[in-house]
């Protein structure tokens, strides 16, 4: 063949591929797929089933159903059953995973009686009755420990170091790859820790979602293991774990992450400047904030003859030690608040009930109440002020805020639950629950407690149950908020008084109340300055500039509080008392690991305070340079999950 003839092959080879590639192209333009980004493809693919009401929510007989079937879902998919519990060694006698994962009821007690102050507290005597049936995990389940490291870290969004933020993809991809779990996997959150209900498991579950997992992926455990044992299902004793087969998945193969689930500490504070979180429920440019704290406290021990002594510590028959332990004369049994005040006679002195509002009929001789007026021996309705049970500066909430239980609703986490075992409510049960408290999902919602896992239970409630679309969770809670203060006490006159928990009916409708031990003041910031509470009064004078932001108040939270009261202060506090028959006088314990611990801020940090979000988002994968090995396990400030 001639190179000319040569030449014009090649050009009629080259015109017929181009025709067929032009008819190809027009094929694929004229088809119902997209194969324009095979990427969206992916990933609508992925989260399809995303929008489907409760998919992220399992019962306990779908569960065993999967354990039967070997461990896989109907359609044939592996599931990793994670057993969420908070803690690591070093917290109490033993480790979570020793006691309340293994079924160990003798090492369960322990950790109760270290927890709750010995064997006389209401948890410890419920659980003490529990058989052994209830205590252990789901076969073949694995210990997650959210305090070994991986699934809250220490990070800052700019002004200050807190301790429960969410997790790094670094961290979160190495955890992962610890239990072996890849993209397609169904991971099961449930736990085997009945004293901490729900708060790991949606901890978890938030935390996975704001990675970027599809909902059905992963599934909470409605009620737990004892929603599971309740039906009569086995659970496996002991520590032996299946064999895993570490992965190599790291977060960011996920088609997309949902960062805005979270909140920063910088736009929380912005809502608050720009006046939207105290707008009234009917302006409909409101931002719900919901103080998520449990219980409320609105109560004190009363000391009607003014002795320094509340009047409760002063029983005929019976004594009290420093430990604020009684004996009873007759028999020298040792007697908790709790029994003295609420089963000690008949009837109880103080009448309780867990569901109605106030919980304690009023007037008595024991027990004080605060007012929208003050503080009153006469009742009223009560100014519910949630506790912080970690590190801070000051107590009070952010401003705007509302409490989960108040003299119109009652949202604390029983009421959102089911008595039986623990387990959700449906969304028609809940919605009209929360419509009292002014929550219909019609505007954007805010989370916090005390360090993102009580919170984390309602942000699931409002968007995983109610199907509320804008819910945000402020993962750095009051263990950030509250230690960001630019302000100190100068004296002792808006100083909390000693708080004291107790149990009316463990684990029944309201585990807990929490009292005084004497009536408080509280201030709050005017505009210009601080001013008493109820009197209106200027309290300047026992303000000063101070507090972790050296008075640098840009980042300052105490301003942008309501119901402010200082926690003690070691150079404040007086213990002149301490360790004496009168230590009840002093009406105030100091503890460094709680009031004013040593947390690092950054008072000049100019930036938006949203850092993590930032960090979170650049995430392309670990690297050598992104860490890899494992991260040390950390016992938080104030204990909890």
Known sequence: MSEKAIKKTKLMIFALLGVAIIATLVMWGCSNKSYDNPVAESTA???????????????????????????????????VILDCVPNASGVFSYSDT?????????????????????????????????????????????????????????????????????????????????????????IVISTSRYDYPGFCPSRLWWTLYYWGFA??????????????????YPLQKGVTLPVVTPSSFDVAQLPQRHLESRISVGELIALVDSGRTSLPDSDPNQVVVLDTRQPPVAYYLADQNSDGIPDVFQLAEYTVASNKLFTRTSDAALLTLSEILFKETTPARVPFSGTTNPPITLPNPYVGITTPTGPSLTGGTPMAIPLGAKGAAFEGIVKGAKVTKAGAWNITVPALTRTTDGGYL????????????????????????????????????????????????????????????????????????????T??????????VVFFAGPNKYLEWNGTKFVDKYTGADASSHVKAGGPLGGIAKWDTIT?????????????????????????????TYSGAVDWPSIT????????????????????GVTATSGGSTPTAFIPKGGGC
């Open 98 to 186: 020793e006691s309340w994962f293994a079924g160990d009821k003798a090492k369960v007690l322990q950790n109760l009686s270290d927890q709750y102050g010995g064997t006389t507290s209401a948890q410890y005597k419920s659980f003490n009755g529990m058989p052994e049936s209830m205590f252990g995990h789901i076969p073949g389940a694995i210990p997650n420990v959210s305090h070994e490291g991986y699934e809250v870290a220490v990070r800052n969004d700019g002004p200050i170091d807190a301790e429960h933020e969410v997790g790094t993809g670094t961290l979160i991809s190495q955890m992962l790859q610890k239990y072996g779990v890849t993209k397609d996997d169904v």
């Open 601 to 620: 801020t950054y008072p000049n940090y100019s930036g938006t305070g949203n850092l993590i979000y930032e960090q979170d988002k650049a995430y392309t």
């Open 426 to 501: 449906t969304k028609a049960e809940l919605l009209p629950i929360l419509a009292k408290a002014g929550i219909d999902g019609t505007k954007p919602i805010v989370v916090y407690c005390n360090s993102g896992a009580l919170a984390s239970i309602y942000w699931y409630v409002f968007h995983e149950i109610c199907e509320f679309k804008d819910v945000r969770m402020y993962d750095g809670s009051w263990q950030e908020w509250a230690m960001l203060a630019a302000y100190e006490p100068t004296d002792n006159t808006y100083i909390m008084t000693d708080d004291y928990t």
């Open 45 to 79: 693919a992925y989260y399809k089933n995303d929008a489907k009401a409760g998919i992220s929510l399992v019962e306990a007989s779908t569960v065993k159903d999967w354990v039967d079937a070997g461990g896989k879902t109907e359609d044939g998919k592996r599931i």
């Open 215 to 232: 909902k059905e992926n992963i599934r909470v455990l409605n009620g737990g293991n004892k929603a599971y044992a309740m039906k009569g």
């Open 560 to 588: 942008r509080s309501e119901h402010v009261m200082f926690r003690p202060t070691k150079t404040i506090n007086d213990n002149a008392l301490k360790g004496t028959a009168n230590e009840l006088k002093m009406l105030r």
């Open 503 to 512: 149990f009316p009916s463990y684990p029944a409708a309201s585990p807990s």
